[in-house]
């Protein structure tokens, strides 16, 4: 059975650093582009990237780009989503989702994290 | 940077109902479209890949329509379990882009 368990819901303040994690079992890791999605307070889904874990191969949606990284460890299959420096417009809630076989579309996603920024 | 417009952004339906849903891009995006189900607190669904291939478990009261740059997501009689948002995904060359959602309420 294909799972994605992300971690727990984070409270931060303005400034500071996080990286949110997704372990991914009951398939191949490594062959299976793995990506995140943001959704804001009562708005809609934003796709913001994704990474092909075989060899860390990234694709960030532009208005993402230089904003988070994307990364995976492929030997505790876990997928991360990382900040250098948070903004209260970070506060979301974010999923990560395993791509279908060689294509992009979500076809398994974890439960969601949520991130809340304030000072 | 590939844009997709989706409406309506609110649909009010009775159970029994046909409702349709439209995304449109704005270039063409060939059959390369997923349409999703999300219910509040919680992650979205799958339902409909490749414009119109329906996923494995989902009801065949959905279905899906469309290629280039205008799709359509149609429940053919609306349950109550459907009343959710729905969102379309454009994924073509490494990218991907949601609409921006439909609600669909009780009427």
């Known amino acids: 059975e294909v799972q994605l368990v992300q971690s727990g819901a984070e409270v931060k303040k303005p400034g500071e650093s996080l990286r949110i994690s997704c372990k991914a079992s009951?398939?191949?890791?490594?062959?299976?582009?793995i990506g995140w999605v943001r959704q804001m307070p009562g708005k809609g889904l934003e796709w913001m990237g994704i990474?092909?874990?075989?060899?860390?191969?990234?694709r960030y949606s532009p208005s993402f780009q230089g904003q988070v990284s994307i990364s995976v460890d492929k030997s505790i299959s876990t997928a991360y989503l990382q900040w250098g420096s948070l903004q209260a417009s970070d506060t979301a809630m974010y999923y990560c989702?395993?791509?279908?076989?060689?294509?992009?579309?979500?076809?398994?996603w974890g439960q969601g994290t949520l991130v809340t920024v304030s000072s | 940077d590939i844009q997709m417009t989706q409406s309506p952004s609110t649909l009010s339906a009775s159970v029994g109902d046909r409702v349709t849903i439209t995304c449109r891009a704005s270039?063409?995006?060939?059959?390369?479209l997923a349409w999703y189900q999300q219910k509040p607190g919680k992650a979205p669904k799958l339902l409909i890949y490749?414009?119109?291939r329906l996923e494995s478990g989902v009801p065949s009261r959905f279905s899906g329509s469309g290629s280039g740059t205008e799709f359509t997501l149609t429940i053919s009689s609306l349950q109550p379990d459907d009343f959710a948002a729905y969102y379309c995904?454009?994924?073509?060359?490494?990218?991907?882009?949601f609409g921006q959602g439909t609600k669909v309420e009780i009427k």
């Open positions: 989702a395993k791509s279908a076989s060689g294509v992009y579309y979500f076809d398994y």
């Open positions: 009951g398939y191949s890791f490594s062959t299976y582009w």
């Open positions: 990474i092909y874990p075989d060899d860390s191969d990234t």
């Open positions: 270039q063409s995006i060939s059959r390369w």
């Open positions: 490749e414009a119109s």
């Open positions: 995904l454009q994924y073509n060359n490494f990218s991907g882009k």
